[in-house]
């Protein structure tokens, strides 16, 4: 008789809280059930249950310009049924079952925006915003942008910003008809976007880079 599989090698589920991110076995497999029970500082982020150790808190340069992109998403969407989110926010990604114990995907985008109501509750996003904005930061690697990339992409966002601080550009990945990712050109100061997400909505570069000297 074939041994049965499963999708991943999940770590039994304990009931006593994680205090040191130590206590981690970066070699396991983690479900957002585990994720809630550690209580240490570092924030990290779940990507088909493996750990990802994010940067420690942003540089003032990178809180510059998240502050730069919110102040205008919030104003246009006041009065909208859409809501904008900043990290630390938690978005889950569920293949199929929303319980904890069966999602293992589990990022904190530096923005978000989610238009469907029934996708928040009291602990977050479960399913794809409709826009996510992540901001590169001299911390970034290029696995950790690679695994996004295929989280937001296999999960369905609309569209996807990366914006970059130390070069002033954005780049915006659009979903297309058959779930794949295309790219616009890449923006540069002096220049505006706007968002097939969000109608109307239309964003300055300048505004975005401004005061980050």
Known sequence: MSKKTVPYPVLDEIDEPVR?????DASLTYSYASYLKWLFPERVELIAGKIFKMSPAPSRIHQTVSINLLKPLINFLDGKPCKVYAAPFDVRF????????????????????????NKLDARGCIGAPDLVVEILSPGNTKMELLHKYRVYEEFGVKEYWIVSQSDQNILIYTLNDIGKFQPSKIFTLSEKITSSVLPGFELALDDVFDDID
């Open 20 to 24: 040191q991110f130590n206590e981690l």
């Open 94 to 117: 569920p293949k199929e079952s929303k319980a904890d114990k069966d999602v293992f995907t589990v990022l904190q985008p530096d923005i978000c925006v989610i238009c469907d109501k």
